[in-house]
DNA sequence: TCAATAGTGTCTCTGAGACATTATCTG
DNA sequence: CAGATAATGTCTCAGAGACACTATTGA
């Protein structure tokens, strides 16, 4: 069967774009910060830029636009990811000197341990240190805006704290994404209802063992 | 200049995807209430299920995707849309039976006035009459979403009660988006610091004259 | 004067935020 | 016991929400 649209003309009549994914990969630092991995092999087009992890989508491959960010992810910057978003979508027609890309841009947020194997760099987010490639920056700037309405919102909602964690854990966890310092008690309040006690107490330490938790 | 990707490919010797626009245009029916325009002459293979104003990307003319919500809503139900923004890509790619097709949603919110010379049918939100076509209700779904967090962020953002209107009026319209009825003395306090007094009455009913506003 | 609508004073309740205190561990 | 960290009692303040009252018009 061969669908014809008003005027008489099937679908690949008309010129298709490319449909390329780029990921905003967030995770913490070793210092505990929000960071980007970003890989430092862009096309010669791009002058050398470091470019977020992408890829085109494979149609031909019944794809989806999820399969084909978690396939940049690892074939780009060897990180499994956990839960590409969308964020939107970046149509400029002249975003890419190839030809007419347009780019859905994702945002996907991991725990350092996935990270440990990456091809990719970790760049600090913030004032980034070098210009992304493409519209690249816009991309980071919209994912930590994703993040932190989710972080506060709910705890952790990415897991960067692991399966179970100390508030105050948990806490410096929230302070790495939000970017700002948290009051112990607000927090501990605010955040209480929406987990669960495991019963055990992380001991070994100075002080008196703190309580962990698990997210509901 | 021809580039070719690190397999020595070029952009187009992978397959394209068709790239649609949709767009839940969204307003006010003559009982007040929000409803969603829909045109009912959908293609054969959606076996006469009304659908919304959607149309491909035309890449050929460097259309941008918002250019192209604008074209669908000017061709498909003769309205002049005013801002749609994206909502999300739809990607399952069996959504179409015509072949690779994603759809980027968008929502759009107009005057009722913009409304009157349309080519389409107004059908009220909420429990939908008939079944849409496509995904097209959860575009649908997602546009309420959208619309519904604005007004509750600040007073009329889509400019549904006109350019000067008392606070009544301005509730009135918020209730119809929100669903949901209001008390006035908490909508006033809430709203009145993003407006500006024009200095005007609205005199002729009766009652005590209602002084007017304009949004900042 | 009455009915109708506009506009405001004020009370209560809730939750965020901050400070200070108590509790419980290690060395 | 001293020092360190966890956990919580409690005070204050701001804002939402609701009720009731006052203000201003047309009929």
């Not at 967030?26 to 430092?40: F, M």
């Not at 990456?118 to 913030?126: E, M």
């Not at 897991?159 to 410096?172: D, H, M, V």
């Not at 987990?195 to 992380?202: D, H, I, K, N, Q």
């Amino acid at each position: 069967m061969i669908w014809r649209d008003e005027h008489g003309r099937r679908l690949d009549d008309y010129p298709q774009p490319s449909v390329a994914v780029d990921v905003a990969l967030l995770t913490l630092d070793q210092d505990g910060r929000l960071a980007v991995v970003v890989h430092a092999r862009p096309g010669a087009h791009e002058h050398g830029r470091p470019a977020l992890p992408g890829t085109f989508l494979r149609v031909d491959r019944r794809e989806t636009l999820r399969e084909a960010a978690l396939r940049a992810l690892r074939d780009k910057v060897n990180v499994t990811g956990r839960e590409p978003r969308q964020l939107a979508v970046f149509d400029d027609p002249d975003r890419d000197p190839r030809g007419r890309v347009l780019s859905v841009a994702h945002v996907d947020l991991v725990p350092p341990d996935r990270i440990t194997g990456t091809t990719g760099v970790l760049a600090p987010v913030g004032p980034l240190p070098h210009p992304l490639a493409y519209d690249h920056e816009r991309v980071v700037a919209a994912a930590i805006d994703h993040v932190r309405a989710a972080y506060r919102r709910l705890p952790d909602p990415a897991g960067l704290a692991g399966a179970e964690f100390t508030l105050l854990e948990l806490q410096q966890v929230h302070e790495a994404v939000l970017g700002e310092p948290l009051q112990k008690d607000t927090f501990r309040r605010h955040t209480a209802p929406d987990l669960v006690e495991t019963g055990r107490v992380r001991a070994g330490t100075v002080g008196k063992p703190a309580r962990t938790f698990r997210r509901r």
